[in-house]
C-alpha cells in the first residue's frame, strides 16, 4: 500500500479555499479540511509576530510530495510558507484505501462550467 501522509500548511484564512480547491481538483490531494482560526506567534526578520491565520490539513500520497509542495508554493502568498509533511503511521484501513484510490494527479476531475 502507498504510504499515506499528512501535510500541514498554514495561510491567510481568505486564501485557505483557493489553495485547497486546486489541490483536490488536481488530484493531488484527496481531501484538505481547513481548520478555520490559529493564532500564530512566531518570530520574522528579527520581529515578534502574531497573526490570525487557518490551517490546512491536506491528506495525499507520499508520491505526490514534490508536485504538492510545488503547487503550494504556486498558489501560496507567503514568502516562506508553512509546508509540513507528516508520516500517517496507522490509520482507520477503508479511509487509507480510499485515500490511496482517490489521489491520481493524472486524472484530475473534470471542471464545472
Known amino acids: ?15 485557505a479555499e483557493s489553495i485547497a480547491q486546486p489541490l483536490v481538483e ?9 481548520v478555520a482560526s ?7 526578520r528579527g520581529e515578534l509576530c502574531k497573526d490570525e491565520e487557518s490551517l490546512l490539513l491536506i491528506k495525499t500520497e507520499e508520491s505526490q510530495w514534490q ?8 498558489l501560496h502568498s507567503y514568502e516562506v510558507p508553512e509546508i509540513l509533511m507528516l508520516p500517517i503511521t496507522a490509520g ?3 479511509y487509507l484505501l480510499w485515500l490511496a484510490d482517490t489521489v491520481r494527479p493524472a486524472n484530475p476531475l473534470p471542471q464545472k462550467g
Open 67 to 74: 508536485a504538492l509542495e510545488k503547487r503550494i508554493k504556486e
Open 92 to 94: 482507520h484501513a477503508p
Open 1 to 15: 500500500m502507498p504510504q499515506a501522509v499528512l501535510v500541514i500548511v498554514s495561510c491567510p484564512p481568505a486564501s
Open 26 to 34: 488536481e488530484g493531488l490531494a484527496a481531501c484538505v479540511s481547513i
Open 38 to 44: 490559529a493564532t500564530s506567534v512566531y518570530r520574522w
